[in-house]
Structure formats: C-alpha cells, structure tokens
C-alpha cells in the first residue's frame, strides 16, 4: 500500500501551512479536512526530526472517534508499509511517536481543557480539529505554547498553527479570511517582547466536490435530504449560515451597498445607542424614507470612553442632520454609587441641543421578529462603513437550550448576550419603528404633485417635520 495522494486542495493546504504562520482548511463536509490534518502532522514529525506538536480537539472522546481513528486506520497505514517506525503511547493521554532517521518526533493528542500541557510543552507546531468549537481566548493561549521547540541538533522548526473545521461562527471566521477563494490576511500585532510582529494567516476552502475520494452521488444526497440552509453551510461552505444564526434572512450581497443619504428631510431620522464602557458603546444613525424602507448610514463604535466624550463625537453628526432622538437602553438611566446616571451625563453634554435621549423598548423577541420581517421583505439597507453592525449581524445567534428547558418544553429563545451591541441598537430601531415612534411626514411625493395647491401641502408637511411635531 503506497503513500496517499492528497487532493489539490489538500495539496494547497500543505503548501499554505509551509509558507504561512497560520492556516485553516475546509468550509465544508467531506472535503478530507482530517485526512489533511493528520498528513500535515506527519509532515512536521518527519520533515523536522525531534519535533513535537499536538492535535487538538474540544473533547478528547470526539477527536479519537474521528481524527485519531483516521491516523490509525487511513493515513498512518502506507507509511508503516513503507519502513516507517511508529508507536502509540498512553491510554489517557495519547501520544504518536515517528522515528525520522533515529531521532523520535512526537504527536500528542488533547482537548483544550489539556491546555496547561500545551503551554508547559516544547511545542512546535498545533492543529486544531473543528477550530469553531474552540474559544477565542483558547485560541490566543495556545499562540503563546508556539515556537518553543528545539530539536536534537540545535534547530528551532518553524512555529505553526493550522486548523481544519466546518463553517461556523467564532474566531476563525474572524481572523481568517474564509470564504469560498484561498486567501491570505496579514496582521500586524505586538509580541510578548514588546516588538512588533507580523502575522500571515491563510485560508483553503474545500467543497465535497473537491474530494474525487467520495462517492459519486455524496453530494446529491446532502442536496436532497437537508433544508437549504444546512446544505448552504455544509455543502456550498457558506460561512454567513450557521446553527442557531438569527438573522438568517441577512444577505450581504443584497442589503449591504454604498449610498448617498439624502437631504435633511426626506428620511425620518433618529439614533439608537446600547452603552457599554468595558464593552463597546454602539451608536448607529438610521433613515426610513417614504416606502417605510430602512438604511443604516452611519456608525460610532467604541469602548472604553466616558458619556460625555461619545457625546461630543456624536453631536456634530446629530445636529448635521437634526436628528433630535436618541434611543438607549433602560439601563443608561441606572443610578450608579454618586447618584449619576449614564443617560443623564449624556444629556447634559446634549444641552440647549435639543437632543433628547429617550428609554428605549427592550422587547426581545418582537423586535428581532420585526427586523427579520424587513430584512426578508428586502427592505433594509446597510452602507458598507457600518462594518461592525455587519460583522454582528452575521454572528448574531440563539443561545442553545438547557438540557432542563427541553425537558419541560420550554420554547423561549434568548441571543446570546456576546459581541450583540449593534444588534441591541438595532433591535431598539425596530421596536421604535413598529410601535409607530416616527409618524410619517404628511408630504406629498413630488411626482405626484399635479398642481400648486399640492406643492403647498408638501411645503406644510416639511415645515411641520422641522417644527418637531413629528
């Protein structure tokens, strides 16, 4: 039995991880993404004699039911025929160990609760198996266990991080550039030394098709058995579908495109503001035109500022457009230990403005199910610099339910309270707008105007809108 042959895209994975520090692979179902984990493993272990790094899963049961299983029983098998010495050790604690020309490399296998022997270790390289189950924060751990091997020889490998998973909110969907084109993201950040660094990450997409290892009909049958959005994840790679998405209506190439906002007064306007001072405080400007169709023109996105100074930025930008109401949530009229308040800061910075900031509806689920109704409808419009509204919009996800909810038949749903605070503001925006808090302007569309009695109609209607009576 020789050697496998990788795919070509399993080839480009390898190729990827040999030129760049970080690189994920898949985006799929059944496109090999174990196969080019464990083949990637081995190629560390042999290429650099002495290595030492370690496969990674969230729970250890999983990661020896699948990508263990395909090292032993797929992956590991030709090379033994070819004159290859390996060893499994441990029963808890799995170990693989190669012996590359005398010297012995060595492949652990842990979950991510392992972490401390990660970080202890003399590592050299990690693979992440199914990357989405992991947290970020384990994410920026292990980058420190990085780098830290030194071979029998002297030499220090290369320190690399690779992953394969499924598409899926998270981190790798954040720091990696997926999508269904191989990409390459460079980041600049600082190192543990206080100099800077730069970062390459790559990403490899693979598809079924991608996979001439599969049956002939692998794909036909996902198409035919699951619902569109399982098969747009799992199938076409999709990384904007995922299990519990909310806003699954959300189509960035349809609601989201550059636009010119219009002169004061053709849109009805107001803001709606979620604070946070440790999180970031969300500031969004939205536009409801004649049809009742929604945009969402301007964004402030920032942490760690007081009132006042989000109040100073956000001014000149409300007064441009006379926007007189802010929403916010309840909790900004909170009395904290001095007696002040978060709103009543705000509204001392807004004063002899007319800017008023008022308590906003909080309903959870009737607001989601509003917007989901406009986004569906296609009535929604996002200018591309709202890059975090976007970005949340398409992480925005159920919490799953508890094993005591389902036994009771509990059906409620709740977001789950992470990276939401645009999403607050938003859903504050549809609540303010079904509830009927911007009543339409009594103006007449010019190209309806047949005669001057209606252009004085028209004239009436905006000078009431700048009047405040509407």
Request: charged content about 25%; hydrophobic content about 35%; some cysteine.
């Amino acid at each position: 039995m020789g050697p496998i042959i990788p795919t070509a895209k399993q080839l480009l994975f390898h190729q990827a991880v040999a030129r760049y520090n970080e690189t994920g692979f898949g985006g799929a179902r059944g496109p090999g993404k174990s196969f080019g984990l464990c083949h990637e493993a081995l190629r560390q272990s042999i290429e650099w004699p002495g290595n030492v790094g370690a496969l990674v899963r969230r729970d250890l049961v999983d990661l020896r039911d699948t990508t263990m299983e395909v090292m032993r029983r797929s992956v590991l098998p030709p090379y033994l025929a070819q004159g290859l010495e390996a060893r499994w050790c441990g029963a808890q604690r799995p170990e693989l160990r190669i012996n590359v020309r005398g010297t012995w490399s060595t492949i652990l296998w842990r979950d991510t609760k392992d972490v401390v022997s990660l970080m202890s270790g003399n590592i050299g390289w990690i693979g992440l198996d199914e990357a989405i189950e992991t947290s970020e924060e384990f994410y920026l751990t292990i980058q420190g266990a990085l780098g830290r091997c030194t071979l029998p020889d002297g030499r220090q490998p290369p320190a690399k991080l690779f992953w394969g998973s499924n598409p899926g909110p998270g981190w790798p969907r954040r720091k990696f550039p997926v999508g269904t084109m191989a990409r390459v993201r460079t980041v600049h950040v600082t190192g543990s030394d206080g100099q800077p660094q730069t970062i390459t990450r790559a990403f490899v997409p693979a598809l079924p098709c991608d996979n001439p290892n599969l049956p002939p009909d692998f794909e036909a049958r996902l198409r035919e058995v699951y619902p569109e959005a399982w098969v747009r994840r799992f199938v076409e790679g999709s990384w904007d579908v995922f299990e519990g998405m909310i806003y699954t209506e959300f189509d960035e190439s349809r609601h989201v495109r550059a636009f010119d906002v219009p002169p004061v007064g053709v849109w009805r306007e107001f803001a709606a503001l979620d604070w946070g001072y440790v999180n970031p405080c969300s500031v969004h400007f939205y536009g409801v035109d004649y049809d009742d169709r929604v945009f969402v023109w301007g964004e402030h996105y920032r942490s760690e500022w007081r009132p006042s100074q989000h109040a100073e930025v956000l001014k000149p930008r409300l007064q441009a457009r006379k926007i007189k109401i802010v929403l916010a949530d309840p909790s900004a009229w909170a009395r904290e230990k001095d007696g002040s308040t978060v709103a009543g800061e705000f509204q001392e910075a807004f004063r002899g403005t007319g800017i008023v900031l008022v308590q906003a509806n909080t309903d959870v689920a009737g607001g989601i199910q509003f917007n989901k109704r406009l986004l569906a409808d296609n009535r929604v419009t996002i200018h591309p610099e709202n890059v975090n509204w976007i970005r949340e919009a398409k992480e925005y996800r159920w919490q799953q339910q508890t094993a005591s909810q389902a036994e009771r038949g509990d059906p409620r749903e709740e977001p789950v309270k992470k990276d939401d605070h645009a999403m607050d503001d938003w859903k504050y925006a549809g609540n303010f707008i079904r509830f009927g808090g911007l009543k339409r302007p009594q103006i007449v569309k010019p190209e309806d105007m047949a005669d001057r009695r209606m252009k004085e109609l028209q004239e009436a209607g905006v000078m009431a809108k700048e009047r405040g009576m509407w």
